[in-house]
């Protein structure tokens, strides 16, 4: 079955680490998108990929990096200057007909970071 | 400012009991609208999508919404309530190569 696989489900950071959030999907999908939940917020975006190389900043970059070498591949690292880095991370994914954000898009089962 | 409102937090509904979860947006023109359902602690579920054409539609697991352009608003319904309904529910707005997403609704369900 096709989807989108997140890894690990429960990742724990010291203070000034870098960590590597996975996402990989089977969907055949252009874009992909990284968004962080935090209680009573909903979702908040914080980078997306329309196409292999390149990427844009979403509403909350600060603090965080991507890539997209591969178009299965979109892993998020969230840097020692993220502040507040505590929070559930989901990735998704969705078919780009040139109008990116206007189609339904596909989650996976999302990573929770917390600072130990 | 573009935005899409959740105004309930959290709704309790006997099992069997009809629903309504309620989402506003302030968008200048007709966006791509979306329902969404969380679980605890996985990702999030399309129920069910409106474009554009017929303003009722049906989704998954027995849900519908109807859009609403003069009250700017795309109201999910379930007429009769299961158990396993129970989760965070998520609105969602595509406009001009944006997507906001609402703060979510928490529906618990009462045996």
Same mark, same amino acid.
């Not at chain 1, 909903?42 to 991507?66: C, H, W």
């Not at chain 1, 997209?68 to 989901?90: C, G, I, M």
């Given at each position: 079955?096709?989807?989108?696989?997140?890894?690990?489900?429960?990742?724990?950071?010291?203070?000034?680490?870098?960590?590597?959030?996975?996402?990989?999907?089977?969907?055949?999908?252009?874009?992909?998108?990284?968004?962080?939940?935090?209680?009573?917020?909903?979702?908040?975006?914080?980078?997306?990929?329309?196409?292999?190389?390149?990427?844009?900043?979403?509403?909350?970059?600060?603090?965080?990096?991507?890539?997209?070498?591969?178009?299965?591949? !979109?892993?998020?690292?969230?840097?020692?200057?993220?502040?507040?880095?505590?929070?559930?991370?989901?990735?998704?994914?969705?078919?780009?007909?040139?109008?990116? !954000?206007?189609?339904?898009?596909?989650?996976?089962?999302?990573?929770?970071?917390?600072?130990? | 400012?573009?935005?899409?409102?959740?105004?309930?937090?959290?709704?309790?509904?006997?099992?069997? *009991?009809?629903?309504?979860?309620?989402?506003?947006?302030?968008?200048? *023109?007709?966006?791509?609208?979306?329902?969404?359902?969380?679980?605890? $602690?996985?990702?999030?579920?399309?129920?069910?999508?409106?474009?554009?054409?017929?303003?009722?539609?049906?989704?998954?697991?027995?849900?519908?919404?109807?859009?609403?352009?003069?009250?700017?608003?795309?109201?999910?319904?379930?007429?009769?309530?299961?158990?396993?309904?129970? *989760?965070?529910?998520?609105?969602?707005?595509?406009?001009?190569?944006?997507?906001?997403? $609402?703060?979510?609704?928490?529906?618990?369900?009462?045996?």
């Amino acid at each position: 079955d096709g989807g989108i696989t997140q890894s690990p489900k429960y990742l724990f950071r010291k203070e000034g680490q870098n960590v590597t959030l996975s996402c990989e999907q089977n969907l055949n999908h252009d874009a992909m998108y990284w968004y962080r939940q935090d209680p009573g917020q909903g979702l908040r975006l914080i980078y997306y990929s329309q196409i292999v190389n390149d990427f844009q900043k979403g509403d909350i970059a600060e603090g965080y990096s991507v890539s997209r070498e591969k178009k299965e591949s !979109f892993p998020l690292t969230v840097t020692s200057a993220q502040k507040n880095p505590t929070a559930f991370y989901l990735c998704a994914s969705s078919i780009d007909l040139g109008d990116t !954000f206007n189609q339904p898009q596909h989650f996976g089962d999302g990573t929770r970071l917390s600072i130990l | 400012a573009q935005s899409v409102t959740q105004p309930d937090i959290h709704i309790t509904v006997s099992e069997g *009991a009809s629903l309504e979860l309620r989402c506003n947006y302030s968008y200048g *023109a007709t966006p791509y609208l979306f329902w969404y359902v969380q679980s605890p $602690g996985q990702g999030l579920q399309l129920l069910l999508k409106y474009f554009s054409g017929d303003t009722l539609v049906q989704g998954i697991k027995g849900f519908e919404a109807e859009f609403k352009r003069s009250q700017s608003s795309f109201n999910l319904r379930k007429p009769s309530v299961h158990w396993s309904d129970a *989760a965070e529910y998520f609105c969602a707005v595509g406009f001009n190569n944006d997507m906001r997403f $609402g703060a979510g609704t928490r529906l618990t369900v009462k045996p």
